[in-house]
């Protein structure tokens, strides 16, 4: 590749001697494990059709599928006759209570997830769902229901009608990948898509408990790529995540997805290339590098642009099948992680077939920045087996866990600078399909990680959707 920032070398060269640990911890401090408490049942019945490779239910990029809020549990899913539904539970409880929100799934795609925010201003809860490059539904719940779960009855009055507006704010024609996230002032912000892949630009819009505002597009499609094999004029930003860290700080790791294939050795790979990252001190509506330096302003001229400096923390070529849109997290300290996953070079410099070669040659690396300001990678050993994404989760201790597809789970501990990944939980006993969601925000308030999952099927059969519950340690 032609392109390798000074940042992206530094941390090549952390790559091939990992580092030691980058802070102290504690004596006491445990190292990672999970010890399975439970598994409750959605619905026996969920819908099943397998699309791009996943399911519409269970599509990890969905930010929230899963979610807890004041002591309860909240999730989101289609059933066997397309009807969204939203379930919630006390934690700890065995039983879901369910209620349909009044729409029904367009169509058998799988990138048409429902996701899920609570507004902390109002104490609502906001659902956003069916979405590909096209229009969208929103659901609003009443003020307060969030708020006051043991008082307030769980039912379908509760919520409003589904709309194909922000009450009454339209943003795009072609809206794809809701991601809501809570800022820190009790706001409630939503990311989203514009346009379509290999030519989109991400964008934000923020609800204030009175009204739903766009602030505009923040990351640029133009400009031009040049890999070894070509060049691309048009692209995506595929984000891994956007998160707040306990400082206040929104971060943002991503992947570029070039439109035009010539920048690839093989028309059977993926154009994804690169794992950049930028963040935001004022609730993004600017962004900056690595360094600091302002590469976007929030509906302005200057977007985030693959020709701006600094953005490449780790630079792979389209050849690799790198995906897009895997995982991020913040540690206690406000330090950004990710997970992302390629085939790496000792299996060959060349892709020819992004599904098969990812399921045989596959691998998930850690990504982040230590307490020097660095950036570290370390290869979890642990096959991928599939295709598809893996979650990363941090615990109250800032052990890494990655949660890979079929719902095996792996971990590594701080106290070793994150060397000593190992399997903690293999799948046995799940049955899951392939990629899960997993509840982002249970782990900080009682310590355990909620996994959703769904259960193999064929062809369009349905099949049970479960939580599992895993304890951390304490």
């Known amino acids: 590749m032609n392109r390798r920032t000074l940042l992206g070398a530094a941390l090549a060269g952390a790559v091939a001697a990992p580092a030691l640990a980058s802070g102290t911890a504690r004596a006491a401090d445990p190292g990672p494990s999970v010890t399975r408490t439970g598994t409750t049942t959605l619905d026996g019945q969920a819908i099943f059709f397998v699309s791009y490779d996943g399911l519409v239910n269970n599509n990890s990029f969905q930010k929230n599928g899963l979610l807890t809020y004041k002591g309860h549990q909240y999730a989101v899913w289609y059933t066997a006759d397309r ?36 507004s902390k201003v109002d104490g609502r809860l906001h659902l956003n769902m ?28 509760r919520f409003g009608a589904p709309q194909s507006t922000l009450d009454g704010l339209a943003l795009t024609s072609q809206f794809t990948y809701p991601q809501f996230v809570s800022a820190p002032d009790g706001k409630l912000q939503l990311s989203y898509r514009v346009a379509v892949s290999g030519n989109g630009r991400n964008a934000l819009a923020e609800y204030d408990g009175a009204k739903w505002t766009n602030l505009g597009e923040w990351s640029g499609s133009t400009g031009t790529y040049t890999s070894e094999h070509g060049s691309s004029t048009a692209r995506n930003m595929y984000l891994h995540g956007i998160d707040y860290d306990v400082n206040g700080r929104l971060h943002s790791f991503f992947t570029w997805r070039e439109q035009n294939g010539a920048v690839m050795c093989s028309g059977g ?55 897009n849109q895997e995982s991020q997290s913040t540690d206690s300290a406000g330090r950004p992680h990710a997970i992302i996953s390629y085939v790496p070079g000792r299996f060959g410099q060349c892709t020819t077939n992004y599904v098969a070669d990812r399921t045989a040659n596959g691998r998930a690396f850690h990504v982040r920045k230590n307490a020097s300001g660095a950036w570290q990678k370390t290869e979890i050993p642990v096959p991928l087996g599939s295709s598809q994404r893996t979650k990363l989760v941090l615990d109250k201790y800032d052990n890494a866990y990655a949660v890979f597809p079929f719902g095996r789970i792996a971990g590594a501990s701080k106290t070793s600078g994150y060397t000593d990944w190992k399997l903690l939980f293999d799948g046995s006993g799940l049955n899951a399909f392939g990629e899960v969601v997993v509840d982002e925000t249970r782990v900080a308030q009682d310590g355990v990680l909620s996994v959703m999952y769904q259960e193999k099927s064929s062809g369009t059969t349905p099949s049970a959707l479960h939580v599992a519950d895993f304890r951390l340690p304490a």
């Open 130 to 157: 069916d979405s590909h490059s096209d229009g969208f539904t929103y659901v609003k719940s009443a003020a307060g229901l969030m708020d006051d779960p043991a008082g307030l009855s769980w039912t379908a009055s």
């Open 83 to 118: 009807n969204a539904v939203v379930g919630r539970r006390a934690l700890g409880a065995s039983t879901w209570s369910t209620v349909k929100v009044g729409h029904t799934l367009r169509y058998n795609d799988s990138h048409n997830v429902i996701s899920m925010g609570v």
């Open 269 to 323: 790979g993926i154009t994804n290339h690169d794992t950049g990252y930028v963040y935001s001190d004022d609730r993004g509506r600017t962004w900056r590098n690595n360094a600091g330096t302002v590469v976007g302003v929030t509906g302005g001229s200057d977007k985030v642009s693959v020709t701006d400096a600094g953005l490449v923390v780790d630079p792979l070529n389209p050849d690799h099948s790198l995906m």
